[in-house]
């Protein structure tokens, strides 16, 4: 049975630090990885983090420095460390296995997605 569950989101001023988790199980990594993605209001779903098959992570440009996507292999769990945090940050937090995003909306119909946990950040 595959499981994908978020949680850790919340209410944090600026320039303060969350960190999001993701129970993920049930399947086998495949080449999309494991990623987090995030829709703010009245925004496309965006990509923020990835960890490969190989365990490299990437960042898209505006989290770089600021967020730190990691894997326990042994919990089964992925954790997005966010620090710095802006009011651009605000948004719905996915996480993802095996999956992307296919049109402007998160969650997808690829892949395995997490049923979201708001991040707001305060001014």
């Known amino acids: 049975q595959v499981q994908v569950v978020e949680s850790g989101g919340g209410l944090v001023q600026r320039g303060g630090s969350l960190r999001l988790s993701c129970l993920a199980s049930g399947f086998t990594t495949d080449g999309a990885g494991l990623a987090w993605y995030r829709q703010a209001p009245g925004k496309e779903c965006e990509w923020v983090a990835v960890i490969s098959v190989d365990g490299t992570t990437s960042y898209t440009d505006s989290v770089k420095g600021r967020f730190t996507a990691s894997l326990d292999n042994a919990k089964n769990t992925l954790y997005l460390q966010m620090n710095s945090l802006k009011a651009e940050d605000t948004a719905v937090y996915y996480c993802?296995?095996?999956?992307?995003?296919?049109?402007?909306?998160?969650?997808?119909?690829?892949?395995?997605w997490g049923q979201g946990t708001q991040v707001t950040v305060s001014i």
């Open positions: 993802v296995a095996n999956g992307r995003r296919t049109g402007t909306n998160c969650p997808s119909d690829i892949g395995y």
